[in-house]
């Protein structure tokens, strides 16, 4: 497909979608939330993509929102409710995608931004990166996501610390509140972000698929059905001929190939 607002590259077993608006800070407004959408369905049918990572164009922004253009051109609670639901829709896609997704935040990740780092399964940033949910000061509130996905990851007070105030955070206090699992030098992001999505990318499929969901479906119910939902996902690994190759290649003391099978 060729995309307008966004560059999908793939290397070898990973791909990196770029947000492309860097005049506008990478803001997402209708027609890039579809490609993003677009783009994820066309990863997910590509076998020899393994892991994906998102990031911004230019040095400036990962993505600072939703395009504040269309935010204000909305004239009814309807279509308001409708604008964040299809957002919302689309986060779910990559929280509910079989494969990894990495955010590689190279600057501001604000808003929707931030909300679409939330829904990626693990956040890099750089130590120039800045983070926030500034809808307040819009006079609204985060739409995808944010309000939900922000406590379940930092805890509630830091929650409603940064949606109620609007404040913005450095990278080094979104590391220390949980927002984000590591920080590196800006010049080394996009490196690390290869080197641990190739490195995801090489171990089974199905077993970082069910490994993915286990957490996700666990961390969104009791221990009891957790556990429960663990074992049945740990049932179809033992399953796969994977499993066969990655215990005996250990007691080989060689190399595991994994096939995705
Ligand atoms: N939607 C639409 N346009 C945006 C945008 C957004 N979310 N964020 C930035 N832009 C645009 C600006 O309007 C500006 O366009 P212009 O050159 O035509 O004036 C351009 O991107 C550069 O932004 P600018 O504000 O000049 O950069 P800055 O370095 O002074 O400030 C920010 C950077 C991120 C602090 C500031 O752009 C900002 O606060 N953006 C909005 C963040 C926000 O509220 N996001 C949540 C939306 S729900």
């Not at 009814?76 to 829709?89: L, M, R, T």
Request: hydrophobic share 45%; charged share 25%; glycine share 10%.
């Amino acid at each position: 497909m060729d995309y307008q607002n966004i560059l999908v590259t793939r290397e070898e077993d990973i791909a990196i979608i770029t947000f492309n608006r860097p005049k506008v800070l990478n803001a997402l407004n209708r027609a890039t939330m579809a490609e993003l959408s677009a783009a994820i369905d066309e990863l997910a049918s590509d076998e020899n993509v393994r892991c994906i990572i998102l990031t911004g164009a230019g040095e400036k922004a990962f993505v600072a929102g939703a395009d504040i253009r269309e935010l204000q051109a909305i004239e009814s609670a309807a279509e308001g409710a409708a604008f964040a639901a299809q957002g919302q829709s689309i986060l779910f896609k990559i929280e509910n995608l079989s494969k990894p997704v990495l955010a590689a935040i190279n600057g501001y990740a604000l808003g929707g931004g931030c909300e679409l780092a939330m829904a990626c399964d693990i956040r890099i940033a750089a130590d120039t990166a800045k983070l926030g949910q500034p809808e307040i000061n819009l006079g609204i509130i985060p739409g995808y996501g944010g309000t939900q996905r922000l406590p379940r990851l930092v805890g509630k007070g830091y929650a409603k610390w940064l949606i109620l105030s609007g404040d913005m955070i450095s990278a080094q206090e979104a590391l220390r509140i949980g927002l984000v699992e590591m920080v590196v030098p800006a010049e080394e992001l996009m490196a690390k972000a290869r080197e641990l999505a190739h490195r995801i990318a090489r171990k089974a499929p199905l077993a970082v698929a069910c490994a993915k969901t286990s957490i996700n479906v666990g961390s969104e119910t009791d221990l009891g059905t957790g556990c429960a939902y663990e074992a049945s996902q740990f049932g179809l690994v033992c399953a796969t001929e994977d499993r066969v190759e990655g215990t005996t290649a250990f007691l080989e003391k060689r190399p595991a190939q994994f096939k995705g099978k």
